[in-house]
């Protein structure tokens, strides 16, 4: 299959063409039944040369282009209407009856808050000449009415989000007008799986009754409906919050598919490049170093230990707070013993052979370098964050 994207150096262009060459290359194997020979990028700087070649050769077509935020009004329809028209003249020059996707926006729902405008009327006019188009020539059309996207774009641009997401990344000042102020947003990783089920004819389809969209099998549009309803106030205080967790290491609560797992990726391609690195506080005394290294409100947190030659650590019991300790260099000896019953069970451990060893609640514990010459580094997970009011931890040898 031979795949055109037009607008492909756009926020949903680039991402969509580089996962398209995920699948060409089988660096992505999750959708077997698409098969790509070539993938052909149209964007402004090409010629309508190219275009009237990958006209000829496409199989199928992705029309992202268009206009956002045109110096002249009038040039809304120019972008959106104009290019739509010369791109479906030039497939029926070349009697190319390729399944072509458009990507429009809700603001071409006239009955919506956005209808009446340039940019929403530009819009619904490319919708009806794709749906003429599909009439005429028989050709399948997927028209998508998108809410607002949530992916990586210029800041300051199209996108609040983009534009949060930068300011607070890069210490910039920015505006929220009104926090209560609602956003429908569609992250661009759900998009972009959104166009491999339409590749693979599995879309979805809606109406739109001009509130929100009602999925509908035989509905006139095609829709990507895991979006997400948050209002700015909620986006600055998720972003505010992941600004501060290289201080706090509190890693935010980001279940799966949530908006905040989705934002903080987001937030995390605009970091500039000497914030890629943090420093971790390492307590250090002669005996090695401990870090924290990772907070969570739920799990409790993540921990490096080293130990130098000979060195023993640990000596202490606790009632209800457990532990992992996973040995990843060095070579060591985990004990533990029973404080009621005196039972004690005695570990091996090695950088080697890479094990989980539990610390159980009531057991005292510790931890020996086994080495004369290499420091021991272990891995410590925790149930708890360590709270020095109340550590719930009592020195006993073990």
């Not at 091996?348 to 021991?376: K, Q, R, T, Y």
Request: charged content about 25%; overall charge negative.
């Amino acid at each position: 299959m031979n795949i055109l994207v037009t607008g492909s150096k756009g926020m949903v262009g680039t991402a969509l063409v580089n996962n398209l060459k995920n699948i060409r290359d089988n660096k992505n194997q999750t959708r077997p039944y698409i098969s790509i020979d070539e993938i052909f990028e149209y964007d402004i700087d090409s010629t309508l040369e190219e275009l009237d070649e990958y006209c000829a050769k496409a199989d199928f077509v992705f029309n992202l282009a268009g206009v956002n935020r045109p110096q002249n009004p009038e040039d809304f329809m120019k972008g959106n209407f104009g290019f739509a028209s010369d791109l479906l003249n030039c497939l029926k020059k070349h009697g190319n009856k390729a399944t072509i996707m458009l990507s429009s926006s809700i603001q071409a729902t006239l009955s919506g808050r956005f209808g009446d405008s340039e940019y929403g009327r530009s819009k619904k006019a490319g919708e009806e000449l794709f749906f003429d188009y599909e009439k005429e020539t028989g050709a399948k059309v997927a028209v998508y009415r998108f809410p607002n996207l949530m992916g990586h774009s210029r800041p300051k641009y199209n996108s609040a989000v983009s534009t949060f997401c930068w300011a607070v990344a890069n210490d910039e000042p920015f505006t929220v007008n009104d926090r209560s102020t609602e956003l429908e947003l569609l992250y661009i990783d759900d998009l972009v799986e959104g166009m491999f089920d339409l590749l693979e004819g599995k879309e979805q389809h809606c109406e739109f009754d001009g509130v929100e969209t009602v999925l509908k099998v035989d509905g006139r549009y095609c829709c990507v409906p895991l979006t997400h309803k948050v209002t700015l106030g909620e986006i600055v205080d998720l972003l505010n919050e992941f600004k501060e967790q290289p201080v706090t290491l509190m890693m935010p609560k980001m279940p799966k598919g949530s908006f905040a797992k989705k934002l903080y990726s987001l937030y995390l391609s605009y970091l500039p490049t000497d914030k890629f690195k943090y420093a971790l506080k390492m307590n250090v005394d002669d005996r090695g170093s401990f870090t924290e290294l990772v907070h969570t409100e739920d799990c409790g947190q993540v921990s490096i230990n080293i130990s130098k030659p000979g060195i023993t650590k640990g000596q202490h019991w606790h009632n209800s707070k457990w532990e992992l300790f996973i040995v990843v260099s060095g070579h060591g000896l985990i004990q533990e013993r029973n404080i009621n019953t005196g039972e004690m069970v005695e570990f091996e451990v090695s950088g080697e052979n890479i094990e989980a060893v539990h610390m159980i609640p009531g057991w005292a514990h510790n931890i020996i370098n086994l080495s004369d010459s290499e420091d021991l580094v272990t891995v410590m997970t925790c149930n708890e964050i360590f709270n020095p009011d109340r550590p719930d931890t009592f020195f006993e040898p073990v």
